[in-house]
């Protein structure tokens, strides 16, 4: 075996389907950085629409529990008006007044 001969020292690295295989390898390695940097993206974008979805839910948690209140305020103003409402027609129409105990005889 001599040292000095122009022939590569591994013959089956400079074959046509050695560099295609190394090709595809790399290739292969670049569709995957790809996809992982897609991925990766993908990610971050759902993580941010997801922190804005949360956000969301929470302005609109606050904003019902204030209309709530409010809801809450209003029922015992009406209830209170209600009764008021109830005393004042009592004093204009009494039970036993005179008018209406004369129609019914």
């Avoid at 529990?65 to 027609?89: C, D, G, M």
Wanted: proline share 6%.
């Amino acid at each position: 075996m001599c040292l000095t001969t122009s022939e590569p020292p591994f013959p089956d690295t400079d074959t046509p389907t050695m560099r295609s295989a190394s090709y595809h390898i790399k290739h292969k390695s670049k569709t995957q950085t790809h996809l992982r940097i897609l991925n990766l993206t993908r990610r971050r974008r759902l993580l941010k629409e997801q922190k804005e979805m949360e956000m969301r839910n929470l302005k609109l948690f606050v904003e019902n529990q204030s209309i709530i209140r409010e809801n809450e305020a209003l029922k015992k103003k009406a209830l209170l008006l209600h009764h008021e409402n109830n005393a004042l027609f009592a004093l204009l129409h009494p039970k036993y007044s005179p008018v209406s105990t004369s129609l019914l005889q």
